[in-house]
Protein backbone atom coordinates (compact mmCIF):
# COMPACT_ATOMS: atom_id res chain seq x y z
CA UNK A 1 0.00 0.00 0.00
CA UNK A 2 1.47 3.05 -0.88
CA UNK A 3 1.84 5.85 1.70
CA UNK A 4 0.87 9.72 2.08
CA UNK A 5 2.71 11.23 -0.71
CA UNK A 6 3.67 15.11 -0.84
CA UNK A 7 4.77 16.99 -3.53
CA UNK A 8 6.74 18.96 -4.37
CA UNK A 9 9.18 17.79 -2.04
CA UNK A 10 11.16 21.43 -2.34
CA UNK A 11 9.94 24.61 -3.71
CA UNK A 12 12.05 27.68 -3.32
CA UNK A 13 9.47 31.27 -3.88
CA UNK A 14 10.14 34.55 -3.76
CA UNK A 15 7.99 37.25 -1.30
CA UNK A 16 4.63 38.25 -2.40
CA UNK A 17 4.36 34.86 -4.46
CA UNK A 18 1.85 32.11 -4.14
CA UNK A 19 2.36 28.61 -3.95
CA UNK A 20 -0.12 25.32 -3.98
CA UNK A 21 1.10 21.90 -1.89
CA UNK A 22 -0.77 18.83 -2.80
CA UNK A 23 -1.18 15.74 -0.43
CA UNK A 24 -2.11 12.61 -1.67
CA UNK A 25 -3.41 10.27 1.37
CA UNK A 26 -3.56 6.89 1.65
CA UNK A 27 -5.89 5.03 -0.40
CA UNK A 28 -9.41 4.78 1.43
CA UNK A 29 -8.19 7.48 3.79
CA UNK A 30 -10.94 10.06 4.18
CA UNK A 31 -9.27 12.74 6.44
CA UNK A 32 -6.17 15.08 5.30
CA UNK A 33 -4.72 17.30 7.96
CA UNK A 34 -1.90 19.87 7.42
CA UNK A 35 0.78 20.98 9.75
CA UNK A 36 3.93 24.01 9.72
CA UNK A 37 7.04 23.09 11.55
CA UNK A 38 9.53 25.65 11.87
CA UNK A 39 12.55 25.91 14.22
CA UNK A 40 11.08 29.20 15.76
CA UNK A 41 7.32 28.31 15.82
CA UNK A 42 8.13 24.68 16.43
CA UNK A 43 4.58 22.26 14.95
CA UNK A 44 1.64 23.75 14.25
CA UNK A 45 -1.51 22.35 13.33
CA UNK A 46 -3.24 24.39 9.70
CA UNK A 47 -6.22 22.73 9.25
CA UNK A 48 -7.96 19.10 8.84
CA UNK A 49 -10.06 18.00 5.72
CA UNK A 50 -12.46 14.94 5.99
CA UNK A 51 -15.14 14.13 2.87
CA UNK A 52 -14.02 17.89 1.37
CA UNK A 53 -14.85 19.99 4.32
CA UNK A 54 -12.74 21.73 6.62
CA UNK A 55 -13.14 20.15 9.96
CA UNK A 56 -10.56 21.91 12.08
CA UNK A 57 -8.62 24.74 11.62
CA UNK A 58 -5.47 26.43 13.64
CA UNK A 59 -4.85 29.73 13.77
CA UNK A 60 -3.15 30.89 10.41
CA UNK A 61 -3.97 33.58 8.84
CA UNK A 62 -6.43 33.56 5.71
CA UNK A 63 -3.81 33.62 3.29
CA UNK A 64 -3.66 30.02 3.96
CA UNK A 65 -5.97 27.96 2.57
CA UNK A 66 -6.69 24.41 1.72
CA UNK A 67 -9.04 22.30 -0.23
CA UNK A 68 -9.92 18.56 -0.65
CA UNK A 69 -10.98 17.07 -3.61
CA UNK A 70 -13.77 13.85 -4.26
CA UNK A 71 -11.09 11.50 -4.19
CA UNK A 72 -9.64 12.58 -0.99
CA UNK A 73 -6.86 14.41 -2.17
CA UNK A 74 -5.92 17.45 -0.82
CA UNK A 75 -4.09 20.76 -1.78
CA UNK A 76 -2.74 23.72 0.66
CA UNK A 77 -2.51 27.22 -1.10
CA UNK A 78 -0.51 30.34 0.45
CA UNK A 79 -0.69 33.74 -0.61
CA UNK A 80 1.40 36.66 -0.56
CA UNK A 81 4.25 34.53 0.40
CA UNK A 82 6.30 36.40 3.40
CA UNK A 83 9.83 35.08 4.83
CA UNK A 84 8.19 33.35 7.88
CA UNK A 85 6.38 30.80 5.37
CA UNK A 86 9.77 29.00 4.82
CA UNK A 87 8.60 25.86 6.99
CA UNK A 88 8.14 22.08 6.21
CA UNK A 89 4.99 21.67 5.18
CA UNK A 90 3.71 17.94 6.61
CA UNK A 91 0.30 16.66 5.55
CA UNK A 92 -0.84 13.16 7.12
CA UNK A 93 -4.07 11.01 6.60
CA UNK A 94 -6.54 8.48 8.17
CA UNK A 95 -9.69 6.93 7.83
CA UNK A 96 -11.46 9.72 9.95
CA UNK A 97 -11.27 11.88 12.12
CA UNK A 98 -9.73 11.69 15.72
CA UNK A 99 -8.07 7.90 14.61
CA UNK A 100 -5.59 5.96 16.48
CA UNK A 101 -3.70 5.68 13.61
CA UNK A 102 -2.42 8.54 11.21
CA UNK A 103 0.14 8.26 8.52
CA UNK A 104 2.44 11.12 7.61
CA UNK A 105 3.77 11.90 4.52
CA UNK A 106 7.56 13.04 4.04
CA UNK A 107 7.19 17.27 4.18
CA UNK A 108 7.20 19.44 1.31
CA UNK A 109 10.12 22.21 2.65
CA UNK A 110 9.25 25.95 1.15
CA UNK A 111 12.16 28.43 1.09
CA UNK A 112 10.65 32.02 0.54
CA UNK A 113 13.29 34.44 -0.06
CA UNK B 1 -5.12 31.26 26.27
CA UNK B 2 -3.82 27.99 24.81
CA UNK B 3 -0.78 26.82 26.12
CA UNK B 4 1.02 23.29 26.23
CA UNK B 5 4.50 23.57 28.14
CA UNK B 6 6.91 20.35 27.87
CA UNK B 7 10.50 19.92 29.44
CA UNK B 8 12.98 20.79 26.57
CA UNK B 9 15.36 17.42 27.65
CA UNK B 10 15.26 14.63 29.30
CA UNK B 11 18.24 11.59 29.20
CA UNK B 12 17.74 8.30 30.29
CA UNK B 13 19.69 4.84 30.47
CA UNK B 14 18.84 2.03 28.44
CA UNK B 15 16.54 -0.01 30.14
CA UNK B 16 15.30 3.09 32.74
CA UNK B 17 11.71 4.15 32.52
CA UNK B 18 11.44 7.49 30.83
CA UNK B 19 8.41 9.69 32.13
CA UNK B 20 7.94 12.77 29.74
CA UNK B 21 5.70 15.30 31.11
CA UNK B 22 2.88 18.15 29.27
CA UNK B 23 0.92 20.44 30.93
CA UNK B 24 -1.51 22.18 28.97
CA UNK B 25 -4.35 25.09 29.46
CA UNK B 26 -7.67 24.65 28.08
CA UNK B 27 -10.03 22.68 30.31
CA UNK B 28 -12.43 22.06 26.83
CA UNK B 29 -10.07 19.91 25.54
CA UNK B 30 -11.33 16.85 24.02
CA UNK B 31 -8.22 14.96 22.67
CA UNK B 32 -4.39 15.03 23.87
CA UNK B 33 -1.55 13.26 21.65
CA UNK B 34 1.48 12.28 21.85
CA UNK B 35 3.53 12.40 18.79
CA UNK B 36 7.20 11.23 18.12
CA UNK B 37 9.88 12.52 15.47
CA UNK B 38 13.03 10.63 14.95
CA UNK B 39 15.96 12.63 13.53
CA UNK B 40 15.77 12.85 10.08
CA UNK B 41 12.19 10.74 10.23
CA UNK B 42 9.15 11.97 9.87
CA UNK B 43 6.55 12.37 12.28
CA UNK B 44 4.55 9.36 14.03
CA UNK B 45 1.41 9.62 16.05
CA UNK B 46 2.26 7.70 18.85
CA UNK B 47 -1.11 7.22 20.83
CA UNK B 48 -3.96 9.84 22.12
CA UNK B 49 -6.30 9.62 25.13
CA UNK B 50 -9.82 11.08 25.32
CA UNK B 51 -10.41 13.71 28.14
CA UNK B 52 -12.96 11.44 30.04
CA UNK B 53 -10.40 8.47 30.28
CA UNK B 54 -7.54 8.48 33.36
CA UNK B 55 -5.16 5.96 31.75
CA UNK B 56 -4.44 4.49 28.45
CA UNK B 57 -1.52 1.73 28.00
CA UNK B 58 -0.62 0.21 24.54
CA UNK B 59 2.55 -2.34 25.10
CA UNK B 60 5.81 0.02 26.83
CA UNK B 61 3.68 3.03 26.38
CA UNK B 62 1.21 4.00 29.19
CA UNK B 63 -0.55 7.49 29.51
CA UNK B 64 -1.78 9.38 32.17
CA UNK B 65 -3.81 11.93 32.51
CA UNK B 66 -4.89 14.46 35.34
CA UNK B 67 -7.04 16.83 34.19
CA UNK B 68 -7.88 18.66 37.37
CA UNK B 69 -4.01 19.64 37.39
CA UNK B 70 -4.15 19.62 33.42
CA UNK B 71 -1.19 17.43 33.43
CA UNK B 72 -0.12 14.47 30.54
CA UNK B 73 2.37 12.30 30.75
CA UNK B 74 4.18 9.47 28.48
CA UNK B 75 5.84 6.52 30.37
CA UNK B 76 8.16 4.46 28.32
CA UNK B 77 9.27 1.43 30.07
CA UNK B 78 12.42 -0.46 29.27
CA UNK B 79 14.03 2.26 27.03
CA UNK B 80 15.46 1.12 24.23
CA UNK B 81 18.34 3.60 21.87
CA UNK B 82 15.80 3.47 19.10
CA UNK B 83 13.26 5.64 21.19
CA UNK B 84 15.92 8.33 20.66
CA UNK B 85 13.58 11.06 19.51
CA UNK B 86 11.78 13.91 20.04
CA UNK B 87 7.93 13.90 21.66
CA UNK B 88 5.75 16.41 21.36
CA UNK B 89 2.41 16.43 23.31
CA UNK B 90 -0.60 17.87 21.91
CA UNK B 91 -4.41 19.16 22.90
CA UNK B 92 -7.30 19.35 20.30
CA UNK B 93 -9.63 21.98 22.21
CA UNK B 94 -13.02 23.30 20.16
CA UNK B 95 -13.26 27.33 21.34
CA UNK B 96 -16.10 26.94 18.16
CA UNK B 97 -17.28 24.90 16.12
CA UNK B 98 -13.82 23.33 14.71
CA UNK B 99 -11.05 22.20 16.59
CA UNK B 100 -7.68 23.27 16.92
CA UNK B 101 -4.67 21.94 17.80
CA UNK B 102 -2.12 22.67 19.68
CA UNK B 103 1.60 21.41 19.85
CA UNK B 104 3.67 21.72 22.57
CA UNK B 105 7.46 22.83 21.92
CA UNK B 106 8.63 19.03 22.22
CA UNK B 107 10.88 17.17 24.64
CA UNK B 108 14.12 15.44 23.29
CA UNK B 109 14.80 12.18 24.86
CA UNK B 110 18.70 10.66 24.81
CA UNK B 111 19.13 7.26 25.67
CA UNK B 112 21.92 6.48 26.60
CA UNK B 113 23.54 3.16 26.22
Known amino acids: KAGVTQTPRYLIKTRGQQVTLSCSPI?????VSWYQQTPGQGLQFLFEYFSETQRNKGNFPGRFSGRQFSNSRSEMNVSTLELGDSALYLC????????????FGPGTRLLVL | GEDVEQSLFLSVREGDSSVINCTYT??????LYWYKQEPGAGLQLLTY?????DMKQDQRLTVLLNKKDKHLSLRIADTQTGDSAIYFCAEMNYGGSQGNLIFGKGTKLSVKP
Open chain 2, 26 to 31: DSSSTY
Open chain 2, 49 to 53: IFSNM
Open chain 1, 27 to 31: SGHRS
Open chain 1, 92 to 103: ASSLGIAEETQY
